[in-house]
Structure formats: structure tokens, C-alpha cells
């Protein structure tokens, strides 16, 4: 099958972003209603952690390496189009759950069909874009993700106020039937290899040559390691900062949701925009800077974070965490566009697919679980009474006096403060990763110059 035309180019890239805004904005509507959810449903911090962590992560990540491979050996396309369904038949079960076990089983399907974008999406990205500009076109498309993340947190915050918190996951999934539809009539599937010499066509390498080709490459481990790092902070910051607003700050669902979707999708795009698009132009004259761009961010993360974790006023908050995420998305982009240079054709879907199933494992899967687990602690420590009586699940036992209620609400607001506070340190093992990478990325760029 021959290359798509431009127009058909851009086709498939609108439609991709579109999906790519979706899959995100699903995400940001449970993480938006997460505090309105747990006082609901009565949920502890360390149940919410899991909800947005291990228990979504664990489809996600089981699922993601196969798909990766099944991507490498038929219609991408089809795929993405498939996974689209599941998971918003997910999303919409979400908005019909009573219970913890229900929540925890519909957010397996939402992991389990979230997990067929990203790898299949790598793959078509790398043969509609030569390798110099792999890292900026995929950017375009995963600006879905500032988009999503905006547009899911600030409708659900004003869908939750209006009707109710389960409103908002059963018409955030209405349009991922449709753009499933349109991927299947309206994209094309490009020849694979396109853009790499001596590579078009081909059959897929066995599962245990990919393997040893991951294995033999420690450049590519390196870059996968600091992803899979960085994804862990990452992640127990954006599933837990609605939440942190509303107890620190004393915000409402809406005015919560907005800020963390002002906050979330403001951070994300600029972080795209400069880690990819700044990193493929400075990569043009040292192949170390995708490396060297994504240490630079890490590094200068967390203080900020930490500043903003302790600020007084919503204001600085505001502005402290915007900067934090900004610098923090720079290793977003080049990651997968690193991954994508450093393997032959056939193994670039597996690869991202690799890449997202570490990401998610440690990332996903266990930052928001540590940082539940942690506040829940900490908050008992930061209590001087009873905890698990006066705050059964972190909330004001039923007839609570107003000084025992306020006691509770701090006690949980200092709690998360603390457990957001010591998650963000793990950037700078993430940086260490990257910096280890960058002299391969320029050994292998010379010895394919």
C-alpha cells in the first residue's frame, strides 16, 4: 500500500488528534470529579489512588504489548478504532457504578481500550513523517492530550454541578463512537517503512527479536527507564491535583475542575510544543538534545512543585504548578520520539508498546497508589484525635462538630500535601536516566549519518 496523499495525511492526523482528545478527556473527567466521587461513595485517598492507578494501569499495561504487536501486523487503523469503542463502553459504565468493586471494573475496561492508541499511533506517525520530524508530528497529535484534559475537566466540573457526577462520564462517551467510525471510513493506513530506507514491507520479527533487540540497546533502556520514571510523578500529580485544590484551597467541583484543567492543559501544551519541536530542530545539530531537553525539564521540576505544593494563596499555587508542569512535559514528546529513531521499522509499535506498558506499571499504576497510601497516612499523623473515627475516609463522621470538621479537612489537606510532596523527587532519578542516554543517541546518529 503506497503512502497517503497530504490531504490524506492531514486526514489521519486530525482524526488521531481528535481520538488522542478523547482518550484524555475521559481521563481528566475522573480525576476532575475525583473528590465529589470519593464523597459520594464514601472511598478512602489510598481507593481513589487505585481507581486512578494500579486498577486502570492493569489492563492498560497487560494489553498495550500485544496490541503493540498485533499493530505491527495488521490494520492500525482497525485497531485504534476498536480500542476507541471499548473504551468509551467503559467510560459510559463508569457513570452507572454504586460501588468500589463496580468502579474498579469499569476502570479496567476504560485501561484495557485506552491501551490500543498510543503504540499503533507511533507506528503510523513514523511513516507519514520522516525520523527528523518524528517527535514534532507526534506532538501535534498528542495535543489532544492538553485539549482533552481542558475540555474533560471544565465540562465535568460544570456537568457535575448542573445534573451529576455520573452525567458526565455517560456523555463524555457518546463521541468516541463516532470518531471510531470516521477512523474506519475516513483514515488511511500508510505502508510501513516509507521513511527508512531498505525497510518497506517486510514481515514482523519474532517476539524474542524484539526482545533482544530492546535488550542489546542500552541507550533505548535508558531513554524507556526515564519515561517509565517521570511517568511516575507525572501521574500521582495529575490524578491527585483536582483533589489538592479542593481541600487546600477550599474550591468547589467546579472551580477545582477548572483549575486543574487551566493548569493540566496550559502545562501540556507548551511542554509538547517546546520539548518536541525545540528538541527535532536543536537535535539537527547534536543528536543529545531530545536527551539533554527532557533532563533539563526534570530537573527543574520539583522545587517548583514543591513551592507550589506549600503556597498560601491559590494564586502562586496556580502559577508555581503551571511553570512545574511546563518544564515537566518537556520529556513527554522526545521520549517517544527517541524510541521511535532507536528501532528498525516493524519494532517501533512494539516498542512504544513496551515503553507504555513500564509507563504505566510504574507510572500509572503505582504513583497514585503511593501517594493514597501516603496522605491517608499522613493525615492520620497530622491528626491529634482519633482519625478513623472523627474521619472515616478522610471525611467528617455524620453529626461532626464544626472544630472536628475543620480539624479533618486540614488533617486530609496536609496529608496529600505531604505524599504529592515526596512524589515529585523521583524526576531527578529520571533526569539521571535521560542524561545516561544522551551520549548513544549521538554514537547511533553517526554511525547512521
Known amino acids: 500500500m503506497s503512502a497517503p496523499a497530504a490531504p490524506r495525511r492531514r486526514v489521519l492526523l486530525v482524526l488521531l488528534l481528535l481520538t488522542c482528545t478523547l482518550n484524555f478527556a475521559d481521563r481528566a473527567v475522573f480525576s476532575a470529579l475525583a473528590q465529589t466521587i470519593k464523597a459520594d461513595l464514601l472511598l478512602t485517598d489510598l481507593q481513589l489512588g487505585l481507581l486512578q492507578g494500579l486498577v486502570f494501569a492493569a489492563l492498560y499495561a497487560l494489553a498495550g504489548l500485544p496490541i503493540g504487536l498485533l499493530a505491527e501486523r495488521f490494520s492500525r487503523k482497525r485497531i485504534i478504532a476498536s480500542c476507541t469503542v471499548i473504551w468509551s463502553l467503559a467510560t459510559a459504565a463508569t457513570g452507572m457504578a454504586g460501588s468500589f468493586a463496580a468502579l474498579a471494573a469499569s476502570r479496567l475496561g476504560v485501561g484495557m481500550g485506552e491501551a490500543g492508541f498510543v503504540p499503533p499511533t507511533a507506528s503510523l506517525v513514523a511513516d507519514i513523517a520522516p525520523r527528523e520530524k518524528r517527535a514534532s508530528t507526534f506532538a501535534l497529535v498528542m495535543l489532544g492530550t492538553p485539549i482533552g484534559t481542558l475540555l474533560g475537566a471544565m465540562l465535568a466540573g460544570h456537568i457535575a454541578l448542573l445534573w451529576h457526577w455520573r452525567t458526565a462520564f455517560l456523555l463524555f462517551a457518546l463521541p468516541g463512537f463516532v470518531v471510531a467510525g470516521l477512523l474506519l471510513l475516513l483514515a488511511p493506513e500508510p505502508e510501513r517503512g516509507r521513511y527508512d530506507a531498505g525497510t518497506k514491507g517486510g514481515k514482523a520479527p519474532p517476539v524474542g527479536e524484539f526482545l533482544r533487540e530492546v535488550a542489546g540497546n542500552p541507550t533505548l533502556l535508558c531513554v524507556i527507564a526515564?519515561?517509565?520514571?517521570?511517568?511516575?510523578?507525572?501521574?500521582?500529580?495529575?490524578?491527585?491535583?483536582?483533589?489538592?485544590?479542593?481541600?487546600?484551597?477550599?474550591?468547589?467541583?467546579?472551580?477545582?475542575?477548572?483549575?486543574?484543567?487551566?493548569?493540566?492543559?496550559?502545562?501540556?501544551?507548551?511542554?509538547?510544543?517546546?520539548?518536541?519541536?525545540?528538541?527535532?530542530?536543536?537535535?539537527?545539530?547534536?543528536?543529545?538534545?531530545?536527551?539533554?531537553?527532557?533532563?533539563?525539564?526534570?530537573?527543574?521540576?520539583?522545587?517548583?512543585?514543591?513551592?507550589?505544593?506549600?503556597?498560601?494563596?491559590?494564586?502562586?499555587?496556580?502559577?508555581?504548578?503551571?511553570?512545574?508542569?511546563?518544564?515537566?512535559?518537556?520529556?513527554?514528546?522526545?521520549?517517544?520520539?527517541?524510541?521511535?529513531?532507536?528501532?528498525?521499522?516493524?519494532?517501533?509499535?512494539?516498542?512504544?508498546?513496551?515503553?507504555?506498558?513500564?509507563?504505566?506499571?510504574?507510572?500509572?499504576?503505582?504513583?497514585?497508589?503511593?501517594?493514597?497510601?501516603?496522605?491517608?497516612?499522613?493525615?492520620?499523623?497530622?491528626?491529634?484525635?482519633?482519625?478513623?473515627?472523627?474521619?472515616?475516609?478522610?471525611?467528617?463522621?455524620?453529626?461532626?462538630?464544626?472544630?472536628?470538621?475543620?480539624?479533618?479537612?486540614?488533617?486530609?489537606?496536609?496529608?496529600?500535601?505531604s505524599a504529592l510532596s515526596l512524589a515529585v523527587l523521583v524526576f531527578f532519578a529520571a533526569a539521571l536516566c535521560f542524561l545516561a542516554a544522551a551520549p548513544g543517541l549521538r554514537r547511533i546518529a553517526q554511525t547512521r549519518a
Open 226 to 417: 526515564g519515561g517509565s520514571l517521570a511517568g511516575f510523578g507525572m501521574t500521582s500529580i495529575s490524578q491527585f491535583l483536582a483533589v489538592f485544590l479542593a481541600r487546600t484551597h477550599h474550591l468547589g467541583v467546579r472551580e477545582a475542575a477548572a483549575n486543574f484543567g487551566l493548569i493540566s492543559g496550559l502545562a501540556i501544551t507548551f511542554g509538547l510544543i517546546v520539548g518536541s519541536f525545540g528538541t527535532d530542530w536543536l537535535a539537527r545539530r547534536d543528536a543529545r538534545w531530545p536527551a539533554w531537553g527532557a533532563a533539563f525539564g526534570l530537573t527543574l521540576a520539583p522545587p517548583i512543585y514543591w513551592l507550589a505544593f506549600h503556597a498560601a494563596s491559590l494564586g502562586a499555587a496556580f502559577a508555581l504548578l503551571l511553570a512545574a508542569g511546563a518544564f515537566l512535559l518537556l520529556f513527554y514528546g522526545p521520549t517517544t520520539g527517541m524510541i521511535q529513531n532507536l528501532l528498525p521499522t516493524r519494532m517501533r509499535a512494539s516498542g512504544v508498546a513496551l515503553y507504555t506498558l513500564l509507563y504505566t506499571l510504574v507510572g500509572s499504576g503505582l504513583g497514585p497508589v503511593f501517594v493514597g497510601f501516603v496522605s491517608d497516612r499522613a493525615a492520620r499523623a497530622a491528626y491529634a484525635g482519633q482519625y478513623g473515627v472523627d474521619c472515616p475516609a478522610g471525611m467528617p463522621a455524620h453529626g461532626a462538630g464544626e472544630a472536628i470538621a475543620a480539624a479533618c479537612r486540614q488533617a486530609s489537606a496536609q496529608g496529600l500535601q
